[in-house]
């Protein structure tokens, strides 16, 4: 399998951000191949362009984007194992004196540029593909277009990109594409029939930027790199799984995208399935992407039907929080003010296949909520023929911390040591920050840019994937949608409604 930092090996690529003036852009794109410059991982040459229709000139783009770039932590990278060697390295060197950050930033502007124009004017791309030529100088080069634009001008981007700014040069295309994947399944497949007329598969990376974190790469190392965990992976040990998505902040004037998707589209059916693609397929016949699509198709295709049933929304309301006032849902300047758009949701899925049958898979996600988390927790099932029944004995549980503070252990059963026979539950723990010296834990946008820009498909998601997720989630949406479903009230900051609670017990387990 390609290694991320093989990117060093380019030459001549050309980096077009659209929607440069955005969010994203700046919060998210930017920060990460500034990144890539600062770790030494950026391709041997390229030039960054921005795109967008605001009046901007390179300096204010600059900027704009400065406040949000990383800062250098300090970490000595020689004795780190988590950037090898440069491929253009010819020996050691010498030590030469650290850049500042304001001399990195300098530098990695240097290769920035901006340019203005529309979404859907052939000239403005036509001027665009000019511009992207004057910097390639006539030789073989490379495109990376990233769509970091909201989802009514994708397809008139994408198609313009690719009639008026493809490399003929012999380098390669490809074009990101940002979630939503569409709205629901027929949104989506007209979405993706607009992509296929201008960008081949290979071209098209959806990017899922939870793919991108570092304790969600780790799980088909942790599944498949490891004999012990491979037998207790089974129904006939799991109790239940849970993937839990949890942030404390609201929407924060976000309301305008959100309003129209909610936390099942923004968050659930994109995100957490992909996380439980990864913990419950089968182990692939290889590390490719082919092989790994198949094993996340085959699970997608044994998830049972689903229904309103099997859900619980909410929906988060003001709350004074020691003297401070916390505005709820409704408040929101760009939320409509009768809206029932769900900010919570929690649901049980099944999988009917040989590992899984009868195992509830317990997901939830949701804004306002008392904590930031994001984590994947096996319970397993009581000990059979139980010897210590004058104590508490809990269940074993493996938890997989995503953020913050990355880390996986196991709840195990220990005796407290000394002259006693009690027993404590204790932790097999591997928390990633105990290491953080000598490990290196990337930004998700800067590893998948990484993956982009050689053409790693593994960690993006395919057209097939998000079809079959949208299979499972439009009809549930869609009775959601015409029974007017309301979500339930919660206060923001709290655990999220108590029907969560009361969904889980109807499966005989808990939220841990
Ligand atoms: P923005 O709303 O900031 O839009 C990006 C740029 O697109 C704007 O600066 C604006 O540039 C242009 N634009 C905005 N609205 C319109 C419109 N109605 N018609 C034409 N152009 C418009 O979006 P974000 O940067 O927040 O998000 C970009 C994409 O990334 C979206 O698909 C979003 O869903 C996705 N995403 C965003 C996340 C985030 O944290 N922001 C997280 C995950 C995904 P100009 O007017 O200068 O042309
Ligand atoms: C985005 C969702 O995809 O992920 C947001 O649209 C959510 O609603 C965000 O806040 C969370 O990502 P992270 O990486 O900040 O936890």
Redesign the pocket.
């Known amino acids: 399998m390609p290694i991320a930092t093989d990117a060093r090996k380019l030459d001549n690529v050309t980096v077009v951000v659209l929607?440069?003036?955005?969010?994203?852009?700046k919060?998210?794109i930017y920060p990460a191949l500034f990144s890539l410059y600062q770790e030494g991982l950026k391709p041997k040459t390229w030039t960054i362009i921005g795109y967008?229709?605001?009046e901007?000139s390179d300096e204010d783009l600059k900027k704009r984007v400065t406040p949000f770039m990383p800062k250098p932590d300090g970490r000595d990278r020689s004795s780190s194992n988590s950037v090898p060697p440069s491929p253009n390295s010819t020996g050691p060197k010498k030590k030469e004196e650290p850049l500042t950050l304001e001399q990195k930033l300098e530098k990695f502007f240097e290769d920035c540029h901006y340019v203005q124009g529309?979404?859907d004017e052939q000239q403005d791309y036509e001027r665009l593909n000019k511009e992207i030529e004057k910097y390639e100088e006539g030789k073989k080069s490379n495109r990376l277009f990233y769509?970091?634009?909201?989802?009514?001008?994708?397809l008139d981007a994408a198609n313009n990109l690719g009639e008026f700014c493809k490399t003929k040069s012999g380098g390669w295309n490809r074009i990101v594409i940002?979630?939503?994947f569409g709205r629901d399944l027929a949104s989506f497949q007209e979405l993706s029939e607009g992509l296929n007329k201008s960008f081949n598969s290979h071209e098209i990376y959806r990017i899922d930027?939870f793919v991108g974190k570092e304790v969600v790469q780790n799980l088909n190392v942790l599944r498949f790199a490891n004999v012990i965990f491979d037998p207790l992976w089974h129904r006939s040990n799991i109790k239940c799984v849970q993937i839990i998505f949890k942030e404390q902040l609201g929407v924060e004037g976000?309301g305008g995208?959100f309003d129209h998707y909610g936390m099942i589209r923004d968050v659930v059916q994109n995100h957490l399935m992909q996380i439980l693609c990864l913990v419950c397929m089968e182990p692939p016949v290889s590390l490719s992407p082919e092989d790994i699509n198949a094993e996340k198709i085959k699970l997608l295709k044994a998830i049972s039907k689903i229904d309103k049933e099997d859900f619980v929304i909410g929906q988060y309301r003001a709350k004074n929080i020691s003297g401070k006032e916390y505005p709820g849902y409704l408040d929101d300047e760009t939320v409509d003010n009768n809206s029932i758009t769900e900010t919570f949701a929690a649901c049980v899925l099944k999988i009917k296949n040989r590992r899984w049958d009868g195992v509830p898979i317990l997901m939830k996600a949701g804004k306002a909520l008392d904590e930031k988390v994001l984590e994947v927790r096996i319970q397993f099932k009581d000990v059979p023929g139980n010897l210590y029944t004058e104590h508490k004995v809990s269940p074993n549980e493996l938890v997989i911390r995503i953020q913050p503070d990355e880390a996986i252990y196991f709840k195990i059963m220990n005796k407290i040591p000394g002259y006693t026979d009690r027993l404590t539950e204790s932790l097999l723990d591997f928390t990633y920050k105990d290491q953080k010296k000598s490990i290196n834990i990337p930004e998700a946008y800067a590893r998948l840019m990484c993956d982009v820009l050689i053409g790693n498909e593994n960690n993006f998601i395919s057209e097939e994937e998000l079809s079959l997720s949208w299979k499972i989630f439009d009809p549930v949406l869609e009775q959601m949608e015409k029974l007017h479903m309301t979500p339930e009230p919660y206060a923001f900051g709290s655990r999220g409604p108590v029907e969560a609670d009361y969904l889980a017990a109807r499966h005989g387990v808990k939220w841990s």
Do not use: T
């Not at 929607?19 to 852009?25: C, E, K, N, T, V």
């Not at 769509?147 to 994708?154: D, H, R």
């Open positions: 929607g440069a003036s955005g969010d994203l852009a919060r998210k967008a229709r605001s901007l529309s979404y769509l970091s634009l909201p989802p009514n001008v994708f940002e979630k939503p930027h976000r995208y």
